[in-house]
């Protein structure tokens, strides 16, 4: 892509572009940046440096597009940029991987996703940042797999990255997303606005946010937040696909189509990146649907349940794509199978879901709302 569209679609003034090798233990890095409008280039150097002086390279780089833009920083932030996760590279490689496995939200991610983390842990027994990776695997095994896990354990896990750094946004952001699962609702919100404040950009806190704000009803609040995490993450396919939902039951249809078509291009790139992993396909299923693509939208949800017959997200949202193409007796068949075990999120999804609600009114919902409990 050009510069210019670039900044364009991202609502930036300047661009900073390049590339990262690691060559053996070094790093060698090409960065340049241009001015977001014209396309000029207002700096531009090339870094070889020994991977063990990443976050010294970084903190150059940072200060000298500071000192180009004449940008004047604020103490904290001065604070925030010389801050050194941790001294411990290998630890800070394990940790990047964990983030990138458990932003691909499969079971299996999870489960890879944490054992990075824990491995950050074992190098560095402070990391902060991989206590509360560890805290969101385990949320996500229990909301989405009812994985045998103790939620007291992801309170304490989130509360040692918080006692290790206070001033962490993911901590408070993972805290959040734990006191959630206990339905601890208005200390899980205050734990989300603590951490929207201490980082305005970070994806998982505006993520889990609206999440929490769906299962209680507070739909306006939600679509809001899906919509800022979205425009956070430019390939996170998930916040727009799932505010599908929030948008129809809010009767913004025009929103709703614009979440879906731009949800379902990013789910096809996530695809074609990592066919193995059946998220993309199930929620883009759903995408579909709502713009009526419903030939597509089959072979997507066929295709997520081929991958992982036995992923319980999978069948809910397959579920949601034949209560929507009209097969509502396949659709109830699926919830049936699903929700015996179900926790306590998946069942507030099923009272909330507007994709459900063209089976509300069958001769077999009531089984379904037995269920619930």
Known sequence: MKVQEVSRDLRVGYILEGSVRRVGSRVRVTAQLVEGKGGGHLWADRYDWDLTEIFALQDEITHTIVDHLKVKLLPEEKKDIGRVPTGNFEAYAYYLRGRQFLHWHSKSHYVLAKRMFAMAVKLDPLYARAYAGIADCDSFLFLHYNADVSIDGILATSAKALDLESGLAEAHASLGLALSLRERHSEA???F???????????EAHYFYARACFTQGKLDEAARLFQRAADIKPD??????????VLRSLGREQEMNAAAREGVARAERELMMRPENPRPAYLG????AALGELDRAKEWAVRALAIDPDDRLAKYNVACFYSLQGEPDRAIDLLIEL???ATHETKRWVKYDSDLDPLRNHPRFPMVLELLG
């Open 193 to 203: 606005d603590q951490a929207i404040a201490l980082d305005p950009d970070l994806f």
């Open 189 to 191: 919100m205050a734990e």
């Open 285 to 288: 299923a759903v995408g579909l």
């Open 339 to 341: 929700l015996p075990g």
């Open 236 to 245: 996170d396919y998930q916040s727009l696909l799932v505010l599908i939902n």
